[in-house]
């Protein structure tokens, strides 16, 4: 009440959903200042070595109720919304997600922070404020349609503006040599500012800052031109320096060369490396010689990997260290997490745009270069500038005290493929660190009915120590819980259905099996797989409608890159597949197709506590880590999956009689692909797979020749082998079928799976990167 009055400015009687919500955020943040204030406080009179995640994405979601339970204050906030005539729902899901991020990478960014501060670690995440986040995804006529997002037109309670904390970022211009000295004149400037939000963590003990950066003109508004009447041009200047901070590039997996990204990459890392020197000659004096004691600074993929070159630039440049002992510095200051293998996400800039953008930093990279050469007496296959472009991922791993991969077979992987050159010359430098995700967010946020039968199995300490989760397995075989265990998760199948039903008006049978493949869309996670199974099974429904068939309920979710037309063409298959069989009379007791526009955080986080059955189908060898199926194995649902990424691990953990296995292994996916024809002779062995793309090629789903283009790929190119594990996956699913029809087994296998997912918590994760990497 004193919020809405004192901070909103509205009395009860005129306040709306909004100003109450706002009202409600003050309050939960006013809470969580006090250990904000206090850790910081902590660490700087400590001396404490602090972490710093930079990193160009942070997918969020909304703030207020994962701050709510991480101050144990559920209950409270029921009670008084519930006494002041409020619908808690209606107020959580008031608030914007905070959606600075693509996908997994990014969410990954999200849920460490979230770690750093339930662990108690002293940590800063340093990321872009921008204003608008990854766009809104509608359809209209099945086509993907692109609207920007706009979280930041309205108050955004959770951050604080430092006026303060202000830095000059450079581009572009001059090196001139002054004494034997290269000194930067840049020819153009930008400042940024930082924005605050405090990261609470779990049972409030500790909360670190995620500090984002706006940027700013260096000269606000040309005076003189308004003057003269031109109040356009007068505006310029503000217009061009804030596009650094506007938009986050919608890409997921593609390095897109443009000059506007690197300048993004330089605004964030440059503000971040300036603030965190200002920061340790603050608590430490001048001496930078003990960076390293102090700071561990970790790089999310190659998008900051800049920061080796700038921060031997002002050590050099501006503090007046020689070369030598700046590189050392850096390179034990700084350390690289690789994201992925695919070759057209690893990030090159041509030597041009980099000499252009960033003079000084291009002289250093080929002193980096050279000494690498020198100290190594090695050859030019592991130089950092190759063919007139600048390699980010050979740049980030030669500055590197440690680079890590996120899963054991991606791991592997970076050493024997990518990197295999470079980790001869560094064998101790390549580690692995399993990715994790938190269970405060995945689990009790967004799961409460299975939450509460945690608590009441194995006591509630499970929310800070995961692996308590194994004291559920004796339970896999006490008929009482998992009736319960089945109960708890038809509460929250009914829940989505009832949304998707007011939605998309959907019928969804409860009693169906809840089939979810959510992520970005991409051809190498392979939802064309999923449709051509659902189109083969729907055909063979038809042929004996009397059948004995398990009843499914396929849910996809996910956003293409704008300019990817392959996914594209792919949302727009899903969604005509979907008009057909959802109005089949023949068929539609036994499978329906529900693809919800805009996939986010939010939606995850509904969708996923529903899951019967985790769609982790990727080929073999392309997905890094994957988080989402950690999300699904905590909440319950079996997987179906490839040997692919943390998959295997996931596979290992919960047992092969409790994971849907099909597929080629990696190893195996590299000779089917080295093979001419490999596509069209697995389809041409494929009856189900070969009418699924019949149907399509008869205009049976809308308008044939919209697909003809993604058809020949397919016969004839099929890159991610989608005909060669068509048939393992199609049995496969048949065999989740006959499962599924056996209560008491699926149940049981359930259980086993959140049993055995401790080990996915991201608190283990970060224990890792602290032990192995960070040394704090
Ligand atoms: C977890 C998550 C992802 C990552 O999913 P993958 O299946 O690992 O690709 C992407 N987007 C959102 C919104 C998520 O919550």
């Known amino acids: 009440m004193y919020h809405l009055t004192h901070t909103q400015g509205r009395g009860p009687e005129f306040a709306t959903v909004f100003d109450w919500r706002l009202a409600v955020s003050y309050t939960i943040r006013d809470l969580i200042v006090t250990p904000w204030m206090a850790g910081?406080?902590?660490?700087?009179?400590?001396?404490?070595?602090?972490?710093?995640?930079?990193?160009?994405?942070?997918?969020?979601?909304?703030?207020?109720?994962?701050?709510?339970?991480?101050?144990?204050?559920?209950?409270?906030?029921?009670?008084?919304?519930?006494?002041?005539?409020?619908?808690?729902?209606?107020?959580?899901?008031?608030?914007?997600?905070?959606?600075?991020?693509?996908?997994g990478l990014g969410r990954l960014a999200a849920c460490f922070m979230e770690s750093l501060s339930s662990l108690g670690v002293p940590a800063?995440?340093?990321?872009?404020?921008?204003?608008?986040?990854?766009?809104?995804?509608?359809?209209?006529?099945?086509?993907?349609v692109e609207t920007p997002e706009d979280w930041l037109n309205q108050?955004?309670?959770?951050?604080?503006?430092?006026?303060?904390?202000?830095?000059?970022?450079?581009?572009?211009?001059?090196?001139?040599?002054?004494?034997?000295?290269?000194?930067?004149?840049?020819?153009?400037?930008?400042?940024?500012?930082?924005?605050?939000?405090?990261?609470?963590?779990?049972?409030?003990?500790?909360?670190?800052?995620?500090?984002?950066w706006g940027a700013q003109p260096t000269n606000l508004f040309d005076l003189h031109r308004f003057n003269a009447g031109d109040y356009a041009a007068a505006a310029e200047p503000e217009a061009l320096a804030r596009t650094l901070s506007r938009v986050l590039y919608p890409d997921d997996t593609t390095d897109q060369g443009k000059e506007l990204r690197l300048k993004q990459e330089y605004f964030l890392t440059s503000a971040a490396l300036q603030d965190i020197i200002r920061r340790f000659v603050a608590e430490h004096g001048e001496d930078l010689a003990h960076l390293p004691d102090k700071v561990a600074i970790q790089l999310n993929d190659t998008h900051?990997?800049?920061?080796?070159?700038?921060?031997?630039?002002?050590?050099?440049?501006?503090?007046?260290?020689?070369?030598?002992?700046?590189?050392?510095?850096?390179?034990?200051?700084?350390?690289?997490?690789?994201?992925?293998?695919?070759?057209?996400?690893?990030?090159?800039?041509?030597?041009?745009?980099?000499?252009?953008?960033?003079?000084?930093?291009?002289?250093?990279?080929?002193?980096?270069?050279?000494?690498?050469?020198?100290?190594?007496?090695?050859?030019?296959?592991?130089s950092i500038i190759d063919h007139d472009e600048v390699r980010m991922g050979e740049l980030a791993f030669i500055m590197a005290?440690?680079?890590?991969?996120?899963?054991?077979?991606?791991?592997?992987?970076?050493?024997?493929?990518?990197?295999?050159?470079?980790?001869?010359?560094?064998?101790?430098?390549?580690?692995?660190?399993?990715?994790?995700?938190?269970?405060?967010?995945?689990?009790r946020m967004s799961n409460p009915p299975l939450a509460r039968l945690l608590d009441k199995t194995i006591g509630t300490g499970w929310t800070g120590d995961l692996?308590?989760?194994?004291?559920?397995?004796?339970?896999?075989?006490?008929?009482?819980?998992?009736?319960?265990?089945?109960?708890?998760?038809?509460?929250?199948?009914?829940?989505?259905?009832?949304?998707?039903?007011?939605?998309?008006?959907?019928?969804?049978?409860?009693?169906?099996?809840?089939?979810?493949?959510?992520?970005r869309m991409h051809e190498y996670k392979r939802q064309l797989l999923n449709i051509l199974e659902t189109i083969a099974l729907w055909h063979r429904i038809h042929e004996s409608p009397n059948g004995d068939w398990t009843p499914r309920l396929k849910i996809?979710?996910?956003?293409?890159?704008?300019?990817?037309?392959?996914?594209?063409?792919?949302?727009?298959?899903?969604?005509?597949?979907?008009?057909?069989?959802?109005?089949?009379?023949?068929?539609?007791?036994?499978?329906?197709?529900?693809?919800p526009p805009n996939y986010n955080v939010s939606m995850a986080e509904k969708l996923i506590p529903a899951a019967d059955l985790s769609e982790q189908i990727s080929t073999a060898g392309k997905e890094a880590s994957g988080t989402g199926n950690m999300k699904f194995t905590m909440n319950g649902a079996l997987t179906i999956g490839t040997l692919d990424g943390a998959n295997v691990e996931i596979r290992e953990l919960v047992g092969p009689d409790n994971f849907f296995l099909f597929g080629l292994t990696a190893a195996e996916a590299e000779t089917e692909k080295a093979k001419p024809g490999h596509a069209r002779a697995a389809i041409e062995k494929s009856d189900d797979m070969k009418i699924a793309l019949q149907l399509i090629a008869e205009g049976r789903f809308g308008r044939p020749e919209h697909y003809y283009a993604l058809l020949d790929r397919t016969w004839n190119d099929d890159p991610f082998l989608v005909a060669s594990d068509f048939d393992s996956y199609y049995r496969c699913q048949r065999s989740v079928d006959s499962a599924y029809a056996d209560h008491g087994h699926w149940d049981r296998m359930s259980a086993l799976n959140i049993a055995s997912s401790g080990f996915f918590s991201s608190d283990r994760t970060i224990r890792g990167y602290m032990e192995t990497i960070w040394h704090v």
């Open 401 to 443: 005290g440690k680079v890590n991969g996120v899963s054991a077979l991606h791991t592997d992987l970076v050493r024997s493929t990518v990197f295999a050159d470079l980790h001869k010359l560094h064998p101790d430098r390549i580690v692995n660190l399993t990715n994790g995700v938190t269970p405060r967010r995945w689990l």
């Open 40 to 103: 910081h406080r902590t660490s700087r009179d400590n001396k404490l070595k602090r972490v710093y995640y930079l990193s160009m994405e942070f997918l969020i979601g909304r703030i207020l109720g994962d701050a709510i339970i991480n101050l144990g204050l559920d209950h409270q906030m029921d009670e008084a919304l519930e006494s002041l005539g409020l619908n808690r729902t209606q107020i959580l899901e008031d608030e914007p997600d905070a959606a600075l991020g693509n996908g």
């Open 556 to 595: 996809f979710g996910g956003k293409a890159a704008p300019g990817y037309w392959t996914a594209k063409t792919i949302i727009h298959l899903i969604n005509d597949v979907a008009k057909t069989i959802n109005d089949d009379p023949v068929t539609s007791q036994f499978l329906k197709i529900a693809y």
């Open 124 to 144: 800063f995440g340093y990321g872009i404020r921008y204003e608008h986040g990854l766009f809104r995804q509608r359809f209209a006529a099945g086509q993907q």
């Open 155 to 212: 108050p955004h309670p959770w951050e604080f503006v430092r006026v303060d904390y202000s830095y000059t970022i450079g581009f572009k211009g001059e090196v001139e040599t002054v004494d034997g000295h290269s000194v930067w004149l840049p020819g153009e400037s930008v400042v940024a500012r930082a924005y605050d939000t405090p990261v609470i963590g779990w049972q409030a003990n500790w909360a670190n800052t995620l500090r984002l």
């Open 304 to 382: 900051p990997a800049i920061a080796g070159p700038e921060l031997i630039r002002l050590l050099m440049d501006e503090h007046d260290l020689p070369f030598a002992q700046s590189l050392d510095l850096a390179r034990r200051t700084l350390n690289y997490t690789n994201h992925t293998l695919l070759p057209e996400a690893l990030e090159r800039w041509s030597i041009w745009l980099m000499g252009h953008v960033l003079p000084r930093h291009l002289q250093i990279i080929r002193m980096i270069d050279e000494d690498h050469r020198k100290s190594t007496g090695r050859p030019a296959n592991v």
């Open 467 to 519: 692996d308590l989760l194994k004291g559920l397995a004796p339970y896999a075989d006490d008929g009482g819980f998992l009736d319960e265990l089945r109960a708890a998760k038809r509460q929250n199948k009914v829940a989505l259905s009832n949304g998707l039903l007011a939605d998309l008006g959907i019928n969804a049978d409860p009693e169906a099996i809840f089939d979810v493949q959510v992520k």
